[in-house]
């Protein structure tokens, strides 16, 4: 059973920073795609950043220089260090895995920034 829990949502103010984590199960970690994507209600899920099995990272314009994607293997683990954060951040984070077809989500967690 594959499952993607992530953690380390919550309410920070703007300017503040959190670190979002994505423990997964259930997959060959290491060769999956992994990405951050977000979503408010009503509204289409967006990707904020991605991460190959490579390494290789992209990221939303709106967070380029703010925001760092990070892989552990060892861990089985995708980490999201979400810095000078801004109430346009507010949203439910997801994490996602891919691999040849194979996709599969996260729970989501809230990140809420106030002015």
């Known amino acids: 059973q594959v499952q993607l829990v992530e953690s380390g949502g919550g309410l920070v103010k703007a300017g503040g920073s959190l670190r979002l984590s994505c423990a997964a199960s259930g997959i060959l970690f290491s060769i999956n795609d992994m990405g951050w994507y977000r979503q408010a209600p009503g509204n289409q899920r967006k990707l904020v950043a991605h991460i190959t099995s490579g390494g290789m990272t992209t990221y939303a314009d709106s967070v380029k220089g703010r925001f760092t994607i990070s892989r552990d293997n060892a861990r089985n683990t995708v980490y999201l260090q979400m810095n000078s954060l801004t109430p346009e951040d507010t949203d439910v984070y997801y994490c996602?895995?891919?691999?040849?077809?194979?996709?599969?989500w996260g729970q989501g967690t809230q990140v809420t920034v106030s002015s």
């Open positions: 996602s895995s891919s691999y040849r077809g194979y996709d599969y």
